[in-house]
C-alpha cells in the first residue's frame, strides 16, 4: 500500500489478535490508521482516523474511537483488517454474531482488501456461512499467510 493510504484496524480484545504492533508499522510507512466505532442505529460500523492511545473504552469491551475523531469513509479505505472467533481457508469467518463487518464489506463494495488476522488454532476446515456473509481475501496467522479469494 502506498503511503497516505488508510487502513482500518481493530484494538483487540481477549483472544483476539493485537494488532498494536501492526499499527505501529503501518504509521511508520506513512499509511494512515482508522479504528470502528459501533452505532446502534445501523450495523455497518464507522471508521475514525485517531492514534491508538485515544480510542476509549466502549461496550462489548471493546476500545473504540470518541464520536468527535475525524471520520474515514468507507471508499477511502484501502484494506480492513479483522478480528474473528473462527476462519477456514475458503474466506469463511466467524464473528461475534452482530453482523458489523459483513454490513460494513457489504457496504464498502469490492474495493478495501478484506484480511483476517487469526492464531493458528483459529483456522477451521470450513466454517459455517450464512447468505449475508461476505468472504475474506486473504488470512494471516502467525505461520502464514493465505490468499483465501
Do not use: N
Request: net charge negative.
Amino acid at each position: 500500500m502506498a503511503p497516505g493510504s488508510t487502513v482500518a484496524l481493530y484494538a483487540g480484545k481477549d483472544s483476539e489478535v493485537d494488532t498494536l504492533r501492526l499499527d505501529e508499522a503501518a504509521r511508520r510507512r506513512g499509511l494512515v490508521v482508522a479504528y470502528p466505532r459501533v452505532h446502534d442505529h445501523t450495523r455497518a460500523l464507522t471508521f475514525h482516523a485517531v492514534e491508538r492511545a485515544a480510542l476509549e473504552p466502549s461496550r462489548f469491551g471493546l476500545l473504540e474511537p470518541s464520536a468527535a475523531a475525524p471520520s474515514v469513509a468507507l471508499a477511502e479505505l484501502a484494506a480492513f483488517f479483522v478480528p474473528g472467533l473462527g476462519f477456514d481457508r475458503s474466506g469463511g469467518r466467524i464473528g461475534w454474531g452482530r453482523g458489523h463487518y459483513d454490513a460494513t464489506f457489504t457496504a464498502a463494495g469490492d474495493g478495501p482488501l478484506r484480511i483476517g488476522l487469526a492464531f493458528s488454532c483459529q483456522v477451521l476446515d470450513e466454517v459455517p456461512r450464512e447468505a449475508h456473509d461476505v468472504g475474506l481475501h486473504i488470512l494471516i496467522t502467525e505461520g502464514t499467510t493465505l490468499e483465501v479469494v
